[in-house]
T-cell receptor, first 113, second 112 residues
Framework: GNSVTQMEGPVTLSEEAFLTINCTYT??????LFWYVQYPGEGLQLLLK?????DKGSNKGFEATYRKETTSFHLEKGSVQVSDSAVYFC????????????FGTGTKLQVIP | EPEVTQTPSHQVTQMGQEVILRCVPI?????FYWYRQILGQKVEFLVS????????KSEIFDDQFSVERPDGSNFTLKIRSTKLEDSAMYFC??????????FGPGTRLTVT
């Protein structure tokens, strides 16, 4: 079956530090890959996505590249801000059918001033 | 920008009671979903719904759960007889073309 594995959190960084959150996946077919963000007390927001191998998704300074050879979709940001503190979920969808999204366990990021 | 809305934001109920969680998907979307997130755990798929039918459901979605689109705008999740382990955040999502799902802010269900 499909699964997503994310690095354990919480991750604590100082403002302006470089962020990497690792994500690897197992899937049949050719999944689309996503990063969702959940700010404290809020719902899930799509942060970025990539629908095929070698695509790079980017948004708000975050980026992730779909690596089929390593089945990975690591999230990176060059300089984090306090406002980036949230829980980040890696997810996949194999498309076709009626599309259920499979989520990772989430990685909590805390950015301190 | 259109968004998915959910009501109530927080529901407290006693074990054994029925609850209905409500969602208003984005108006031109055709595919609807419910997910849940038990506190501190991953977001889990419950059910997908299209053309007034359940199209897929997970093993979590047992006979205690049902979904309905009672009119042209609402999409509801009913839990017939709540259990303590049903306490979770429930997210509704909708999609126009199955490429991208848009999630609502969630309803926190607390079963006491």
């Amino acid at each position: 079956g499909n699964s997503v594995t994310q690095m354990e959190g919480p991750v604590t960084l100082s403002e302006e530090a470089f962020l990497t959150i690792n994500c690897t996946y197992t899937a049949t077919g050719y999944p689309s890959l996503f990063w969702y963000v959940q700010y404290p007390g809020e719902g899930l927001q799509l942060l970025l996505k990539a629908t095929k191998a070698d695509d790079k998704g980017s948004n708000k300074g975050f980026e992730a590249t779909y690596r089929k050879e390593t089945t990975s979709f690591h999230l990176e940001k060059g300089s984090v801000q306090v406002s980036d503190s949230a829980v980040y979920f890696c997810a996949l969808d194999t498309g076709g059918g009626y599309q259920k999204v499979t989520f990772g366990t989430g990685t909590k990021l805390q950015v301190i001033p | 920008e259109p968004e998915v809305t959910q009501t109530p934001s927080h529901q407290v109920t006693q074990m054994g009671q029925e609850v209905i969680l409500r969602c208003v998907p984005i108006s031109n979307h055709l595919y609807f979903y419910w997910y849940r997130q038990i506190l501190g755990q991953k977001v889990e798929f419950l059910v997908s719904f299209y053309n007034n039918e359940i199209s897929e459901k997970s093993e979590i979605f047992d006979d205690q759960f049902s979904v309905e689109r009672p009119d042209g705008s609402n999409f509801t999740l009913k839990i017939r007889s709540t259990k303590l382990e049903d306490s979770a955040m429930y997210f509704c999502a909708s999609s126009k073309d199955r490429v991208e799902q848009y999630f609502g802010p969630g309803t926190r269900l607390t079963v006491t």
